[in-house]
């Protein structure tokens, strides 16, 4: 079997849809709303199947009304659910917005979110849709998101096989005198070779010093023999990403680059093994941050132990230091541990989590000990 093709088949059944809408309407009527504008183009997706870039979305207690241009006619038709009804504009979506909002019977209290809209959008709402009594919102959309149903679950397995098998076809390509670009640009080839719909944020590549940066852009530098290299990357199926990173060495290992992979690798593991659902997003970082602690290499570790992923590489929940939220049963998280020396380089693993029932389950199989690209 080719390993994307890895994993569950996509499920069959009951459509998901029509139970999404009715949980944002019970919590619109737990808030006195009476209808919600979206305008995050995941939240869309996630309450329509809708994945076109240009549309509005209006949830009302009894309706929901897509609004898209003339370029999403057909796609419209195709993706959208039975459940929500379709308008094609052919000018602009925000006139037409007010025609669907003065349509909702009783409609008064409307409300939008608040982290998605431009602010030359909310004066829209205040000056041509100023008839209407608008509140702002956060997360009613993505606090549902959180939760992976089956099928949202078969979708980001088939995106992390992808990813690890682009990866297994690039690794022999690396070695010492290929440049940053070459290898990003070679793994993202292959990402699309074996079905990966789109690149769900710029792949990180970085090498020798570079490494230190935990966020690097790919660069023109040349890999030298003794580099550590952080490869982190992600696939897209269906619209669901995977986010994986795997550190290497060009060449032979030094004991110290052993020694801080080690390290790395015993917090990644202790973290995958140790989240659950009902913790608060700072404790499971503190999973892995007291070890690296322990280890005297606690300021090394500067970012946060993950993130959500789903629709988005960067979703709800937050496994931080800072975070109180709980985490959700059914989410799917990564976590990525890291340490970082200016001058020297870094160290970064990370893989994906899912929440389940019965505790967590790493997403990730590739391999974690160290590997040697290119030695002799």
């Known amino acids: 079997m080719n390993p994307s093709q890895r994993g569950a ?3 069959k059944g009951a459509e998901p849809l029509p139970s999404r809408l009715a949980s944002v309407r019970a919590e619109l009527a737990a808030g006195g709303i009476d209808a919600l504008l979206v305008t995050s183009a995941a939240n869309t997706r996630y309450l329509t199947g809708f994945s076109g870039s240009n549309s509005l979305l209006v949830v009302s207690h009894d309706r929901a009304v897509l609004l898209t241009d003339f370029r999403y006619r057909t796609q419209a ?5 039975s459940v929500v009804e379709v308008e094609i504009e052919g000018t602009s ?4 917005l007010w025609s669907v909002l003065r349509g909702l019977s009783g409609a008064k209290q409307l409300a939008f979110e608040s982290t998605h809209l431009l602010h030359s959008d909310y004066q829209r709402l205040t000056d041509a849709g100023a ?9 009613i959309v993505e606090a549902l998101r959180q939760r992976k149903d089956p099928t949202e679950l078969a979708h980001i397995r088939r995106s992390v096989a992808v990813a690890e098998s682009a990866l297994a076809q690039t690794l022999p390509e690396i070695r010492a005198g290929v440049t940053e670009l070459e290898v990003g640009a070679r793994l993202e080839a292959a990402l699309r070779e074996h079905g990966s719909k789109a690149h769900p944020f710029e792949t990180i590549i970085a090498s020798g010093e570079r490494a230190a940066l935990p966020h690097a852009r790919c660069s023109a530098r040349e890999l030298k023999s003794g580099d550590l290299l952080i490869v982190d990357f992600g696939a897209t199926t269906a619209g669901y990403c995977s986010d994986i990173t795997r550190t290497f060495v060009v060449g032979r290992a030094s004991d110290q680059q052993r020694d801080a992979y080690d390290i790395v690798r015993e ?3 202790s973290a995958s093994a140790g989240v659950r659902a009902g913790m608060r997003g700072r404790d499971a970082d503190a999973i892995a941050r007291d070890y690296i602690e322990r280890q005297g290499l606690g300021p090394e570790f500067g970012h946060s132990l993950g993130h ?3 629709l988005e590489v960067h979703e709800a929940p937050r496994l931080s230091k800072t975070s109180d939220a709980v985490l959700t049963a059914g989410a799917v998280v990564t976590i990525e541990p890291g340490i970082y020396r200016e001058g020297w380089g870094g160290v970064r693993i990370e893989d994906d989590v899912f929440l389940g029932p019965d505790g967590p389950e790493v997403l990730t199989t590739f391999p ?7 030695a002799a």
């Open 93 to 96: 979506l925000w006139t037409r």
């Open 267 to 269: 917090a990644n593991a």
């Open 368 to 374: 974690r000990g160290l590997m040697e690209l290119g």
């Open 9 to 11: 088949a996509v499920p």
């Open 77 to 81: 038709s195709t993706e959208v659910a």
């Open 308 to 310: 959500g992923i789903g």
């Open 131 to 139: 008839r209407w009594s608008w509140r702002p919102t956060s997360g």
